[in-house]
């Protein structure tokens, strides 16, 4: 099956909701950032913690670029496979302030 039903104790580390991985409602976060939006991020954490140093992301980062291949992957679930993802993954968007509406999709 591409989604699993078994237990979120028994999943590989990559396919673990995030909200069990973070902890989100008992630990204090002092960044959280998304990765469709890393370059800003990066900046913000860049001149907070290393007084604007010459770190910088890969050059081969494309944010947009990366976007848009996962939209056009979207485009080729079926919406039954993606309302079980969403199912599973349901606190994640929550928390994470994502819509389940996926813009690629309608």
Same mark, same amino acid.
Not at 10 to 15: D, G, R
Not at 50 to 53: K, L
Not at 60 to 67: C, I, K, L, M, T
């Given at each position: 099956a591409v989604v699993s039903t078994q237990s979120t104790? =028994? *999943? !590989? +580390? /990559?396919? =673990?909701?995030w909200? /069990?991985?973070t902890e989100a409602c008992? +630990?204090?976060y002092? *960044?959280?950032g998304y990765m469709e939006d890393m370059e800003s991020a990066f900046s913000l954490i860049k001149g907070n913690l290393? !007084?604007? =140093?010459q770190l910088s992301l890969p050059p081969? *980062? !494309?944010? /947009?670029? &990366? !976007?848009e291949e996962v939209k056009g992957a *979207? &485009?080729?679930v079926p919406s039954s496979i993606l309302n079980l993802v969403y199912a599973r993954y349901q606190d994640d968007f929550v928390i994470g302030g994502y819509s389940r509406q996926i813009e690629c999709i309608s």
């Open positions: 104790g =028994t *999943y !590989n +580390v /990559h396919w =673990t909701p909200f /069990h991985l008992q +630990v204090k002092d *960044y959280i290393f !007084n604007n =140093t081969a *980062y !494309n944010a /947009h670029a &990366r !976007n *979207y &485009r080729t």
